[in-house]
């Protein structure tokens, strides 16, 4: 037998032993563009690790909304490994954010609020040194179309990098991954001094 | 070469495969119990699949609370995909509620609420037929220590019997499996009952 057909048979009682172990198959590319650059819209971000949920947050003062909104952030799970063992994102990382509507009345719930089924939003954060300039780009679902690239000129882009705790990522309103910059020293000194300026 | 050999060598060649391609190796036990039957901390529920987040919220009327807070909801991959498959939970089925501070003021966070890094409270809800009387068992972490069974006498035990969506979880505030459920057919008669009460 050739060691290359050795190798094939390897790998396909490979494939069978993980799905009978329940552990995951290996995954294909995690995000795929159409030939023009739009990105597609990612359908199984909701297996992917989530890193926070926010609730009614806003970045700009005075903007009240119309409804109450909460807002859940996932990561790819090569991304979240390699962060818990490194405070950095390697490229390919990929962040989603969902927006789902708030609701308040329903079931035995008497206070606070719950997520409602209705998305109001999706966008996601890729860094991929190979195809964007800035290394980042963000991009916003208006529908299951495939969306375009927000233009590096947005105020997103600025802010993020102003402001980002990590790697213009917002890992200051991430819980369990703060503290994992936090001991591996991978805070932006941007970062460093504006939360060292809260505390005064 | 015997063929038992020739099984390590190919499961070998699968461990590095798998891991290089990303994908997860093959896990140990979900949960592990003390042999007085106490519940150990379940440590990398993070990376389980995110089902919610609740703010605030309160099956008891009249019951402000202290600070705001989030509750996480996560549920361990087998069981994720058993349940998008068939709209029901296998046994072994394991749910973990977190509850963690809200934070308002920090970073360029203008208004609403954002997930602290304190951590409040630790349930786990579990289906275990061989394990528990009444399938299902309930558990609340104090400390990093063990946690004893909630007794079967509780309140926790019949309000989710009598309200859950799907047995005894409350899949009614998990708003990617509800429309599973309501599509598999597998949502509880007393569940229905009271959601057609409230449409009245």
Redesign the interface.
């Known amino acids: 037998m050739k060691p290359q057909m050795m ?1 094939m ?3 396909g ?2 494939a069978v ?2 799905a009978a ?7 294909g590319p995690l995000l795929k563009y159409t030939l023009d650059g739009r990105l597609e819209r990612p359908m199984d971000y ?2 992917w ?2 890193l ?13 909304m119309d409804q109450h909104t ?1 807002d ?1 952030v ?1 990561v790819d ?2 991304a ?1 490994k390699t962060f818990m063992a490194t405070g950095t994102w390697p490229d390919k990382t990929t962040l989603v954010i969902e927006d ?1 509507g ?1 609701e308040s ?13 209705t998305l109001l939003g999706l966008e996601v954060h890729v860094k991929d040194d190979a195809r964007f300039a800035g290394q980042w780009a963000f991009f916003a679902f208006k529908s299951a179309a495939p969306a375009e690239i927000i233009p590096a000129s947005a105020s997103c882009y600025s ?1 993020h990098a102003a ?1 980002a ?1 990590v790697d213009t990522t ?1 890992v ?2 991430y ?2 991954l ?2 994992v910059a936090r001991g591996k020293g991978t805070l932006a000194p941007a ?1 460093q001094k ?2 060292a300026a ?1 505390l005064k």
Do not use: W
Request: charged residues 15%; neutral net charge.
């Open positions: 190798m048979l390897m790998l009682g490979c032993h993980a172990g329940g552990a995951e198959t290996i995954p909701r297996e690790v989530f926070t949920s926010g609730f009614d947050m806003s970045y700009v003062a005075g903007s009240p909460f859940n996932f799970r090569q979240y789902r708030a009345k329903g079931s035995i719930n008497k206070s606070g609020n719950y997520q409602g089924s802010c402001h705790a917002f200051q309103f819980p369990t703060l503290p970062y504006e939360a809260e």
